[in-house]
């Protein structure tokens, strides 16, 4: 099984500023990974996948990069409704999610 | 519009048993994998399990393996999973999601539907 870890936990910034939340693998899964972003009382939503690849419609603040064991989510200025929670999942084994980055409003 | 409607959710006793639906429509359904996904309150996401477009293959995760079956209607553009067995750490919203084309991501999500196991 691959575990997936992220961190922070929690971060915590203010709009406008620059988020970057981190997706570690416990062994390399090349470059099948996505990131979600989860709202409360709301589904996931795809915002990346194959490691740095948009999903339609997701805005171009959002970028994703790594390959092998790590890899990262960058939000280059926070809008407000940016404001969740992030998950990352691999795809190379049965999919487990990572433990999710919230990230808030400082 | 792909919409993703999950039913059947509600209060259930320790060692019973439910049907989750997932009603598909906006897209073809028959040919695209689905999944179920489920979150415990207050908790991260757990994938639960996958079923191939010709229900060809089949995966479980550990933690619902021989208590829980999903199968699908491509007739009824239909999704279900059979939860048996019950237990406390099995209450969650299970969500079905869709297969981001050939790729084992979520492309599509349900609103979900909360099953709680408790006596």
């Known amino acids: 099984e691959i575990v997936l870890t992220q961190s922070p936990a929690t971060l915590s910034l203010s709009p406008g500023e620059r988020a970057t939340l981190s997706c570690r693998a416990s062994q390399s899964v090349s470059s099948d990974l996505a990131w979600y972003q989860q709202k409360p009382g709301q589904a996931p939503r795809l915002l990346i996948y194959d490691a740095s690849n948009r999903a339609p419609g997701i805005p171009a603040r959002f970028s994703g990069s790594g390959s092998g064991t790590d890899f990262t989510l960058t939000i280059s200025s926070l809008e407000p409704e940016d404001f969740a929670v992030y998950y990352c999942?691999?795809?190379?084994?049965?999919?487990?999610f990572g433990g999710g980055t919230k990230v808030e409003i400082k | 519009e792909v919409q993703l409607v999950e039913s059947g959710g509600g209060l259930v006793k320790p060692g019973g048993s439910l049907r989750l639906s997932c009603a598909a429509s906006g897209f073809t359904f028959s040919s695209n994998s689905m999944n179920w996904v489920r979150q415990a309150p207050g908790k991260g996401l757990e994938w639960v399990s996958s079923i191939a477009s010709n229900s060809g293959y089949i995966y479980y995760a550990d933690s619902v393996k021989g208590r829980f079956t999903i199968s699908r209607d491509n007739a009824k553009n239909s999704l279900y999973l059979q939860m048996k067995g019950l237990r406390a750490e099995d209450t969650a919203v299970y969500f079905c999601?869709?297969?981001?084309?050939?790729?084992?991501?979520?492309?599509?999500w349900g609103q979900g539907t909360l099953v709680t196991v408790s006596s």
């Open positions: 999601a869709k297969n981001f084309g050939l790729a084992r991501y979520f492309d599509y």
């Open positions: 999942q691999q795809r190379s084994n049965w999919p487990p």
